[in-house]
Structure formats: C-alpha cells, structure tokens
C-alpha cells in the first residue's frame, strides 16, 4: 500500500541552526500537509499546500517557516531559526482529491532542539 | 475557534471488555469528524470519517459513531492489538484542516 515518507526519523540540532524536513507525499495526491506534535499534546496544525502554494497556515506558522515542494516528489518544511519550543514530532501529510478526504499521515520527524 | 475534547484520556480494558471512547467537539459547520488510531512513534493512521449526524462506520472490532455534538468510537470485544491512543479530529466547513482532541491511550490486557 502506498504510504507517505519522512526523513530523517529523528533530527537533533542546536538552537539557532536551520533544518529542513523531507517527506515524499503518495504519488497521485494533490494536497499536502504538515502538522505537530509536542509531547504529551495535541497534533496541531502548521499548513496546508495545493497546486504549488500555501493554501492555510495556522498562527504557529510564522515567518520562520517556510515549505516548499521543489520536484515532483518531495515536500519540504523549513525551519530557519530554530527555538526549543520547536522540539516536537512533525508529520506531513497528503490526501488524494478533495480535501475532506482522508489525509494519509507518514510516520514523522522527531525534531530535537538543544 | 473549533475545539475538540475526548474522554477519557486514558482507559485499561481486558481482553473482551467492551466500551466506548467519547469525542465532543465544538465547530462552525463540520464538514467531517475523523477517528485516527496512533502507535507509539508514528503517525496517525485513518479509521473513519463521519459526515452527518446519525452515520455509523464499522471496521471489525470497530464502530464510529456521530450525533450533532459527540461521535462514540465502540470497540466491542477488544483484543491486546487494539492498544493504542485513539485521536478525534474535526474539520469545519470554511477549512480543509483538522483540529485533533489530545487523543485516548487504551490498554487491552489479555
């Protein structure tokens, strides 16, 4: 069954750096997603991506992030500056059409910031 | 702003005991209420959407259901691999992002 694919499965990097997490959404979906997770809280919502741009963002979104889908394949978050309150899971996302459809979650990058 | 609360947040069952898992959610116009399961360390893996008031989903062991309020996910005769955390989440009509309740652990024991 095609499934949607994150690397790298844990990132550490120190407060300040850049990082840029990679998924590869399944094949034939159209809409794209990137969501959080702290530990121990709720998965929330960082932004949505069709047809090459931003389509949402929440309000944790600010101008530190960025995403981008620089191939056919693969959908990037950037994170330019990163802080400790960015130490959480992050999960990308893609659903196939519409967009209550359902969205196929990958297994994560667990982001570490020291 | 939409929210989404699940009860309780976490439940031990044994083998067989039947129960359900409560997910009450406050949103502009639901365009859907979806149940995730989750395993530890990995993403969200889909179960149903429910779309209107009424609607019942079934998958095995597995029953979702929605009322205009709350959507109940039944698990009748749990087994030890229905352990998991179990997530709510809603989508309102204006968006196509979901708002997720902090989930519920349950822990079947043989």
């Known amino acids: 069954e095609p499934e949607v694919t994150q690397t790298p499965s844990h990132q550490v990097t120190q407060m300040g750096q850049e990082v840029i997490l990679r998924c590869v959404p399944i094949?034939?979906?159209?809409?794209f997603y990137w969501y959080r997770q702290i530990l121990g809280q709720k998965v929330e919502f960082l932004v949505s991506f069709y047809n090459n741009e931003i389509s949402e963002k929440s309000e944790i979104f600010d101008d530190q992030f960025s995403v981008e889908r620089p191939d056919g394949s693969n959908f990037t978050l950037k994170i330019r500056s990163t802080k400790l309150e960015d130490s959480a899971m992050y999960f990308c996302?893609?659903?196939?059409?519409?967009?209550?459809?359902?969205?196929?979650f990958g297994s994560g990058t667990q982001l570490s910031v020291l | 702003e939409d929210q989404v609360t699940q009860s309780p947040e976490a439940l031990r069952l044994q083998e067989g005991e039947s129960s359900s898992l409560n997910c009450s959610y406050t949103?502009?116009?639901?365009?859907?209420l979806f149940w995730y399961r989750q395993d530890p360390g990995k993403g969200p893996e889909f179960l149903f959407t429910l779309y209107s008031a009424g609607e019942e989903k079934e998958k095995e062991r597995l029953k979702a259901t929605l009322t205009k309020k709350e959507s109940f996910l039944h698990i009748t005769a749990p087994k030890p691999e229905d352990s998991a955390t179990y997530l709510c989440?809603?989508?309102?009509?204006?968006?196509?992002?979901?708002?997720f309740g902090k989930g519920t652990m349950l822990l079947v024991s043989p």
């Open positions: 996302a893609s659903s196939p059409q519409t967009t209550n459809e359902k969205l196929f």
């Open positions: 094949s034939n979906h159209l809409y």
């Open positions: 949103v502009s116009g639901l365009r859907g």
């Open positions: 989440a809603a989508m309102n009509s204006g968006y196509s992002t979901l708002t």
